[in-house]
């Protein structure tokens, strides 16, 4: 497919963040870049990249996400028409999920309102790719869970290189209240060498934002009081490159 698409965009951070979180409810990942397979967007889609590489809870992956003015039933409509069959459909909340299969990959399209236009991912999955990197993902989490205090378990993790620096995007749950919480994650990012810097505290819904540096290094971590006393806390890390197997 080589229909073009206009220039894309780079994202914020925050939208980079958001699209982690979307991300990792989905099942999809991808291969190295010179064997993709190009996806066609629909006429008038704004490009933004996600990641060169992702690993999203063992599936390693490559994102491309799109913004319409046309509305999201209309977007679907056209990947039925484009994508060809066969075609699975699922839905997801507001959400609507195109998947097929393009030879050894595995493509995943998903469509939902954003305004009066919509918003969209487009990923691709090397099958053989992800069979091969599932024991080295369950290494990476071991290690980071061998590093959280008692009560602090990993729901996800989020890998990516993008122009030449790498992130991770961790969402944890812990058992303890928040301030015990707060304290926990500054410790945990001082061994590590960084510089605790602002923090922001947010009364209602209970909640602090904590900013870290390191030379060469930056981290943010976002905790949320919740029920029954557990804290939800998402970190996102970004700096040097190393590369994502």
């Given at each position: ?9 780079r994202?914020?951070?925050m ?7 979307l991300?990792s409810?989905?099942t999809c990942?991808a291969?190295?870049?010179a064997?993709w ?18 690993l ?11 913004l319409?003015?046309?509305?999201a039933a ?9 994508l060809?069959?066969p075609?699975v459909?699922?839905?997801r909340g507001?959400?609507t999920i195109l998947?097929r299969?393009e030879?050894?990959?595995y493509?995943?399209?998903q469509i ?11 990923a691709l999955?090397?099958v053989?790719r992800?069979?091969?990197s599932?024991?080295?993902?369950r ?7 061998a590093r959280l205090?008692?009560g602090?378990?990993i729901?996800?993790l989020?890998?990516a290189?993008?122009g ?5 995007h961790?969402v944890?749950q812990s ?5 015990s ?6 410790r945990?990012?001082?061994h590590?060498g960084?510089t ?6 947010s ?7 904590l ?14 009081g919740g029920?029954?006393g557990?804290?939800?806390i ?10 994502l197997?």
């Amino acid at each position: 497919m080589s229909r073009m698409s206009k220039p894309r965009k780079r994202m914020t951070g925050m939208q980079h963040m958001s699209c982690m979180l979307l991300i990792s409810s989905a099942t999809c990942a991808a291969a190295p870049a010179a064997a993709w397979p190009q996806v066609a967007l629909p006429p008038g889609a704004q490009t933004f990249d996600v990641g060169q590489q992702l690993l999203v809870n063992g599936l390693p992956m490559q994102v491309k996400g799109f913004l319409s003015p046309e509305p999201a039933a209309r977007l679907v409509d056209w990947f039925r028409a484009s994508l060809g069959s066969p075609l699975v459909e699922n839905r997801r909340g507001p959400s609507t999920i195109l998947g097929r299969a393009e030879g050894t990959y595995y493509l995943t399209v998903q469509i939902e309102p954003a305004g009066s236009g919509a918003r969209g991912l487009v990923a691709l999955t090397d099958v053989p790719r992800m069979m091969a990197s599932h024991g080295e993902t369950r290494a990476e989490e071991a290690r980071w869970q061998a590093r959280l205090p008692a009560g602090m378990r990993i729901l996800s993790l989020v890998r990516a290189l993008d122009g030449g620096r790498t992130s991770e995007h961790l969402v944890l749950q812990s058992t303890g209240p928040l301030a015990s919480s707060r304290h926990a994650v500054t410790r945990l990012f001082q061994h590590d060498g960084y510089t605790p810097g602002r923090i922001v505290i947010s009364p209602a819904p209970p909640g602090a934002t904590l900013y870290f540096q390191a030379p060469g290094r930056e981290a943010m971590a976002v905790l949320t009081g919740g029920d029954a006393g557990l804290t939800g806390i998402v970190l996102s890390i970004a700096g040097r490159t190393r590369v994502l197997r």
